[in-house]
């Protein structure tokens, strides 16, 4: 039985979200044979990174150049960026650069009718988006997640939001904190709401066998990986490699027309379960 190609759009708001969130999961699908487009929304431009190479203007610039590296290690076949700038993640949205607009400034509708164009052309099967609270609560993530449910609601594509089990992820940032000083931007009463409840998660994927495709894709993102200041990936990547295994080793998804599961019901173990089908 041959497995039948699908496609997967995944819709991201910054490069290096796409091997954070679900690096494994696409990786494994793209060495399947199944065609893996990974869409992003920004440049990057608002986040954080060595002070050389934030204030030389020209850190969206960087991080869109890393962004093919990272689908080159993932395995995806096309990264298609939308070029807006990111809207930063804390205090007032900043100013719009020339010639561009902050992208929680961008109409959803505007966004999605791009979007949905992509996801006809390419005859997507699944659409990939982010949960309700945009993961850890980030703007970008958050208009992403809008974006993502305008664009299920115009075509027929099958959406799937990226997320992980809150619970979980609190334990682990407690412990965590208790041996490590975490980054300034995993302030843990911050993450309480963030994510998704376990019984929403609809979709286990276990990607151990993919990490070494995912920290290469996380490793692209040079300007966020550098360990000497206090951001997200750099912290992740100067994990032990049995703490990095155990943390990234499940990916977590949700379908959105599904009710909250109870305890007792086993969860999707591949991301293509319900639109799957074989050929021969």
């Known amino acids: 039985m041959n497995e039948r190609q699908r496609t997967i759009v995944a819709l991201n708001a910054h490069p290096d979200d796409e091997a954070l969130l679900s690096g494994g999961t696409l990786a494994g699908l793209a060495s399947r044979g199944h065609r893996v487009v990974l869409v992003t929304a920004t440049d990057g431009d608002a986040g954080w990174a060595p002070a050389e190479l934030m204030e030389s203007g020209r850190l969206g610039q960087v991080r869109l150049a890393e962004l093919p590296r990272s689908a080159a290690a993932l395995g995806a076949a096309d990264v298609i960026p939308l070029l807006y700038a990111d809207s930063g993640h804390l205090g007032e949205v900043p100013p719009d650069p020339p010639g561009r607009r902050r992208f929680v400034r961008v109409p959803v509708a505007e966004v999605a009718e791009r979007v949905a164009e992509i996801v006809r052309r390419e005859r997507a099967d699944v659409l990939l988006g982010y949960d309700r609270n945009g993961g850890y609560g980030h703007r970008d993530h958050v208009h992403v997640h809008h974006i993502a449910r305008a664009v299920a609601a115009a075509t027929d ?25 975490l980054p300034n931007d995993f302030a843990i009463e911050e993450w309480t709401q963030a994510f998704s409840p376990t019984q929403e998660i609809t979709h286990r994927i276990d990607v151990r066998a993919q990490l070494p495709a995912k920290r290469a894709a996380m490793l692209a993102h040079a300007s966020q990986a550098d360990g000497s200041f206090p951001r997200t990936l750099g ?15 499940t990916e977590h998804f949700l379908d959105p027309t599904c009710s909250p599961r109870s305890g007792r019901e086993r969860r999707h173990r591949d991301m293509l379960d319900g639109v799957q089908g074989t050929d021969g």
């Open 235 to 249: 912290f992740i990547l100067g994990l032990p490699r049995p703490l990095y295994r155990l943390a990234f080793g």
């Open 157 to 181: 594509v099958q959406l799937l939001e990226a997320t992980a089990p809150r619970e979980r992820i609190l334990r682990v940032l407690r412990w965590v904190s208790r041996v490590r000083t």
